[in-house]
Nanobody, 121 residues
Framework: QVQLVESGGGSVQAGGSLRLSCAVSGNIFSTNNMGWYRQAPGKQRELVATITTARRTNYAGSAKSRFTISRDNAKHTAYLQMDSLKRGKSVDYYC???????????????WGQGTQVSVSS
């Protein structure tokens, strides 16, 4: 069974930084695309950034200048460095990963449980 565990969320003052981590665990053969989404209260989940195994990245417009997605392929872990955070309501960040599980060589596409980010003034 493949699981994603996110960490690094919390509270920070406006202008500060946070680094989120997403570790894929379980019987994994490979981790292909990984990504981060966010969901504000009452809103739909929206893309923040994605990264391929070859480290090709894609960002939503609002994240391009202040967020950086990266990954450690050996650790099956993705990161989201968030700088110059803006004050606002608490937002939940979700990690997603897709790849091949090792037990039966089946495709997995899993979401993490989410980690909350709060930015205060």
């Amino acid at each position: 069974q493949v699981q994603l565990v996110e960490s690094g969320g919390g509270s920070v003052q406006a202008g500060g930084s946070l680094r989120l981590s997403c570790a894929v665990s379980g019987n994994i053969f490979s981790t292909n695309n990984m990504g981060w989404y966010r969901q504000a209260p009452g809103k739909q989940r929206e893309l923040v950034a994605t990264i391929t195994t070859a480290r090709r990245t894609n960002y939503a417009g609002s994240a391009k200048s202040r967020f950086t997605i990266s990954r450690d392929n050996a650790k099956h872990t993705a990161y989201l460095q968030m700088d110059s955070l803006k004050r606002g309501k608490s937002v939940d960040y979700y990690c997603v990963a897709a790849g091949w599980s090792g037990l039966k060589y089946e495709w997995y596409n899993c979401w993490g449980q989410g980690t909350q980010v709060s930015v205060s003034s």
